[in-house]
């Protein structure tokens, strides 16, 4: 049971947090019913995203068993069969697109299918393509805010998910700068794409998105303010710490660390310190 555990990788829901990014901006989470449906989108891309990941681990089986941290994983290591892992995984699916049936609106079936689609056809073949392998990654964020929005009916402003998608393409791109600093000649083994990236080209990457989150961030942030009321400043002051985050991070990555993104946050003390701000700011902005 413990490795069936591990394979779902519990610790990566964490990313799924997106969900409550747009119904919480729309100022409805306050609303029981509203908060209850947003909660059902949450816990259907949770068993989307395990179950992707128990495909993605059987298709990788053979290449993570070379990796010098993958190999320890409960498939390529032969705690969880690759048949337990394509049974589980399909459960986990059809769990997801049923919880989010309980939202109430086909548009969030449709979101988390899509989101499936794109998660297991990058397992199956995006990854194998440079540049396409990090949008399509990225994508996957987008569509995490994009189900919370549809649960609760909200919409989802242009520079919102601008923002969303420059930073996670930011996410993405450290990821793979992080990997190919730390494995080398061997990361090439391992991950295709990564012989096709240069660091010449993965920092242009991260400064490109890094500029486009920060930008498409303070633009909503205004956008916001003057929908709402032009005197509410915590609008504005909510960009400190998004920029002071997004310069935290990029040290990280200069530091050599960021291959796993969700170890960086979970351990990087001013991250989450930065984090806890920014969702403070935010929530008297929304809800003062």
Same mark, same amino acid.
């Given at each position: ?11 990566? +829901? @964490?990313?799924?947090? *997106? ?6 901006? $729309?100022?409805?989470?306050? =609303?029981? &019913?509203?908060?209850?449906? @947003? !909660?059902?989108?949450?816990? $259907?891309?949770? *068993? $989307? ?5 128990? +495909? ?15 190999? %320890? ?24 697109? $049923? ?6 609106? +086909? ?6 299918? *899509? ?10 073949? +995006? ?13 996957? %964020? ?20 601008? !923002?969303? @998608? ?8 450290? &990821?793979? %700068?992080?990997?190919?600093?730390? /494995?080398?000649?061997?990361?090439? &083994?391992?991950?295709? @794409? ?6 010449? %080209? ?7 998105? !890094? ?5 498409? #961030? !303070?633009?909503?942030?205004? =956008? ?22 997004? /310069? ?5 990555? =200069? ?7 969700? =170890? ?12 806890? /701000? ?8 929304? #809800?003062?």
């Amino acid at each position: 049971m413990n490795a069936l555990i591990r394979t779902a990788r519990p610790k990566q +829901w @964490t990313k799924n947090v *997106l969900v409550f990014a747009a119904p919480g901006a $729309a100022g409805v989470l306050d =609303e029981p &019913k509203q908060f209850g449906i @947003t !909660c059902l989108a949450f816990v $259907a891309m949770c *068993l $989307a995203s395990s179950g992707t990941y128990y +495909w993605n681990d059987a298709l990788d089986i053979e290449s993570d068993r070379e990796h010098p941290t993958k190999r %320890f994983r409960p498939i390529a290591s032969g705690e969880v069969r690759v048949r337990t892992a394509h049974a589980v995984g399909t459960v986990l699916i059809v769990a997801a697109l $049923a919880v989010a049936a309980a939202t109430g609106r +086909w548009q969030t079936v449709g979101v988390v299918a *899509l989101y499936l689609a794109v998660t297991l056809s990058y397992s199956a073949v +995006w990854k194998h393509i440079a540049v396409v392998d990090l949008v399509a990654i990225a994508s996957g %964020f987008v569509l995490r805010a994009a189900a919370g929005a549809v649960a609760v009916d909200v919409p989802m402003s242009s520079w919102f998910v601008l !923002c969303i @998608t420059f930073g996670s393409l930011f996410i993405v791109t450290g &990821k793979r %700068f992080a990997e190919s600093r730390e /494995l080398g000649e061997h990361g090439r &083994k391992l991950r295709a @794409t990564l012989g096709d990236y240069s660091e010449g %080209f993965l920092r242009f990457v991260l400064a490109l998105a !890094c500029g486009g989150a920060l930008v498409s #961030y !303070c633009m909503w942030a205004f =956008e916001r303010r003057d929908l709402v009321d032009a005197q509410n400043h915590f609008y504005e002051l909510s960009i400190v710490p998004v920029l002071t985050a997004f /310069l935290r991070y990029a040290l990280v990555l =200069e530091q050599g660390h960021g291959a796993a993104p969700e =170890e960086v946050f979970a351990s990087d003390r001013v991250l989450q310190i930065l984090g806890l /701000l920014w969702v403070i700011v935010f929530g008297l902005a929304v #809800y003062t």
